[in-house]
């Protein structure tokens, strides 16, 4: 897939690093990618790591929440990691609702929470 990188970190466990030309406008683009890789895997869990994302903004927000659906249709989690405090206050700003995905510091931190 074009923009994302998928690494199989385990079994049931996957880490999902977007490229920095990821398009959150246009998520169903990625859809069918996703859902392939993750069926393919047996995926239970999906770690996405911000660490190359510096805000957050609704547009970025709408794309999150619709690879969690993604992720609820295939019975995967979806765990969001290395959060930046640019990107927490943004989302903090365009939000009113409480993100449907769970968080975790890193890559260690969200594996636990599949356990």
């Given at each position: 897939m074009q923009?994302?990188?998928l690494t199989i970190l385990?079994?049931?466990c996957v880490l999902f690093e977007p490229g920095v030309s990821l398009d959150?406008?246009?998520p169903e683009q990625y859809a069918s990618g996703v859902i392939r890789f993750l069926q393919k895997n047996r995926t239970k869990g999906l770690i996405y790591d911000l660490k190359s994302i510096s805000l957050i903004d609704k547009t970025y927000y709408e794309w999150l929440k619709y690879l969690n659906t993604l992720c609820k249709?295939?019975?995967t989690e979806?765990?969001?990691i290395h959060m930046k405090p640019s990107a927490a206050y943004g989302l903090s700003r365009c939000i009113n609702e409480s993100p449907?995905?769970?968080t975790a510091?890193?890559?260690e931190a969200a594996r636990q929470l599949f356990v």
């Open positions: 923009d994302v990188h385990s079994r049931q959150p406008s246009n249709l295939n019975n979806l765990i969001v449907p995905f769970k510091l890193n890559i």
